[in-house]
């Protein structure tokens, strides 16, 4: 089958998977569009929950396993929406819907890409496929959950919107609860210690913080307090107030040292609420990377999370559209995008493989 022709069917599919609303848990329907794909190429494949995977025809024991990975769910569409998200259409030379550019292109570009090397002998490497769910909410039944049933991963490839480039690394992701204590009271009454005013000091420490390590690929931790709540009644001085941080964690720390470092030095009490999206990097000398430099691609890093975050392998972030569409109305992919990231992804992948 030509690249063309596997271009094509992968558009097809695409406006398929647009078509069928895939929230985050409720991948049901593309998970069936998928499982149909597989099998009008005469490819097995293994489900479980509303992931799918399989691995090339001449899987070869002890041999290095490479994953390709994007994801079918997608966010709800937001409000600013003028077009039906889930009409897939095409309008100069885009191709509009929801998920379509994150991470819709990016999924059907790698199924095709692994189409071609399917039934390809003698590779370097094995490889496996996983159209993953629960990425955008980062939920318990996503390729974290997959990783238990497939050999160790040597490397990966994860399809996000990168312009094809290649993102070298990836920030990882801390999410804490924190709580600013003071004494409640009625409003009418002195207080010199009103959780609310306590609060302004502890918000600008946050803003002045920094945390000294710098990444020469991903910069400056970023932290950023998101929501603040306090207070149910006008006249009431409440005890607590709530915030919310959110900290983009940088390759030079762990999510374990940035948990200890806030424990230790932010003037309130933090919870984190979890530490397992880690940051996530490849070598700059690695085969995939230099392959990628060969063909006139670009290197960088990311600010944006994606299943990276759940890999304990070197991986690299490759995939057609632009990340600044994401989430965005109106969402769209340029069809040209799809045929050259199928174009880029094989021509990498034949240097390595």
């Keep these: 089958m030509t690249t063309n022709e596997l271009s094509n069917q992968a558009i097809e599919l695409l406006k398929n998977l647009i078509a069928t609303p895939s929230f985050s848990t409720e991948e049901e329907g593309t998970a069936k569009h998928i499982e149909n794909w597989f099998q009008s190429h005469d490819i097995p494949f293994k489900r479980e929950n509303n992931n799918i995977w399989a691995f090339n025809k001449y899987f070869e024991e002890g041999k290095p396993l490479l994953l390709l990975n994007s994801h079918h769910d997608t966010v709800k569409p937001n409000n600013a929406y003028t077009k039906d998200p889930f009409d897939p259409h095409i309008e100069d030379g885009k191709l509009y819907g929801l998920g379509s550019n994150d991470a819709g292109g990016c999924l059907v570009s790698l199924l095709a890409t692994f189409a071609h090397f399917y039934d390809k002998k003698d590779l ?37 919107p990168t312009l094809m480039n290649l993102a070298i690394a990836e920030k990882g992701l801390v999410v804490f609860d924190g709580i600013i204590k003071g004494t409640p009271s009625h409003a009418a009454h002195p207080n010199d210690d009103n959780a609310i005013y306590n609060s302004i000091d502890v918000l600008q420490w946050f803003k002045d913080f920094e945390f000294k390590k710098e990444s020469e690929v991903l910069g400056k931790v970023k932290m950023t307090v998101t929501q603040v709540n306090a207070g149910k009644q006008h006249n009431v001085v409440p005890s607590e107030v709530a915030i919310v941080v959110d900290v983009r964690v940088n390759d030079c720390y762990s999510n374990g040292e940035i948990n200890t470092i806030l424990q230790e030095q932010a003037p309130c009490e933090m919870t984190a609420r979890s530490l397992r999206l880690n940051s996530s990097s490849i070598p700059a000398d690695h085969a995939l990377v230099k392959a990628g430099i060969e063909i006139g691609r670009e290197t960088y890093g990311s600010p944006t999370l994606s299943d990276q975050a759940v890999l304990y392998c070197s991986s690299l972030k490759l995939g057609p559209g632009d990340s600044t569409r994401s989430h965005s109305a109106n969402e769209f992919i340029y069809v040209n995008e799809i045929h050259q990231g199928i174009e880029i992804y094989i021509k990498i992948l034949d240097k390595v493989l």
Excluded: Q
């Excluded at 039944?141 to 040597?154: D, F, T």
């Design 124 to 160: 370097k490497y094995n490889i496996v496929i996983v159209a993953s769910a629960e990425e955008e909410n980062s939920g318990p039944n996503g390729l974290n959950s997959v990783l238990k049933s497939l050999p160790e991963v040597a490397v990966a490839i994860v399809g996000e």
